[in-house]
């Protein structure tokens, strides 16, 4: 299994962007989806979840301004960032769960927030 992020990139403060992160190769269903961030000098953060129902959680950071959805028929997850602030810049990476158990990281995107 193989997740591709893409949708980074440099937005002003009060900008929006939308990453996804799509998954391909041979695998059993994918049931959660997730986002996660890393800003500079800190630790890896969680920021969303999205069941295989639709059912989301959000980390109380991020909440009413990010939202995640996906697209079970194309294996992908989005997260629309909006209202962003200089501290969201961070590399932004997705984490999907398998039925089997098995999670995969997919390689992150960059997102810089100028203020």
């Known amino acids: 299994v193989q997740l591709q992020a893409y949708g980074g990139g440099l937005v002003q403060t009060g900008g929006s962007l939308r990453l996804s992160c799509a998954a391909s190769?041979?695998?059993?269903?994918?049931?959660?989806m997730g986002w996660y961030r890393q800003a500079p000098g800190k630790q890896r953060e969680w920021i969303a979840t999205?069941?295989?129902?639709?059912?989301?959680t959000y980390a109380d950071s991020v909440k009413g301004r990010l939202t995640i959805s996906r697209d079970n028929a194309k294996n992908t997850v989005y997260l629309q960032m909006d209202s962003l602030k200089p501290e969201d810049t961070a590399v932004y990476s997705c984490?999907?769960?398998?039925?089997?158990?098995?999670?995969?990281w997919g390689q992150g995107t960059l997102v810089t927030v100028s203020s």
């Open positions: 984490r999907v769960w398998l039925v089997t158990g098995k999670n995969i």
């Open positions: 190769g041979s695998f059993f269903s994918i049931s959660n």
């Open positions: 999205i069941t295989s129902g639709g059912s989301t």
